[in-house]
């Protein structure tokens, strides 16, 4: 699966923004989609990731109630749509794609495919 993230951009503190991931390859719906971010000098980390039919969503608990995970099977694309966004936000957002038959969605090394990151800057 080849994936393409885009939609970041740079937004005022208590903005939005939506990130898509555009899949291809291979048939979008057989994974997980994953969403991650990285800001400088930080690790990855986990932002949230949705099941294969949409069914189940998780979310850390940094963006829970601001951030909302969908997908769209039959474009084959995932979307972050991030409100209230905050300068801690700001960093480079890959989405990911794995097959995940268990278990939680917030390790990156369950993820097979990923994308090559869109920058988001919040500014306070």
């Known amino acids: 699966v080849q994936l393409q993230a885009s939609g970041g951009g740079l937004v005022q503190a208590g903005g939005s923004l939506r990130l898509s991931c555009a899949a291809s390859g291979r048939t979008f719906s057989d994974y997980v989609a994953g969403w991650f971010r990285q800001a400088p000098g930080k690790e990855r980390e986990f932002v949230g990731g949705?099941?294969?039919?949409?069914?189940?969503?998780d979310y850390a608990d940094s963006v829970k109630g601001r951030f909302t995970i969908s997908r769209e099977n039959a474009k084959n694309t995932a979307y972050l749509q991030m409100n209230s966004l905050k300068p801690e936000d700001t960093a480079a957002y890959y989405c990911?794609?794995?097959?995940?038959?268990?278990?939680?969605?917030?390790?990156?090394?369950?993820?097979?495919?990923w994308g090559q990151g869109t920058q988001v800057t919040v500014s306070s």
């Open positions: 990911a794609a794995g097959n995940i038959v268990w278990g939680g969605y917030d390790r990156s090394a369950r993820y097979d495919y």
């Open positions: 949705i099941s294969r039919r949409g069914g189940r969503v």
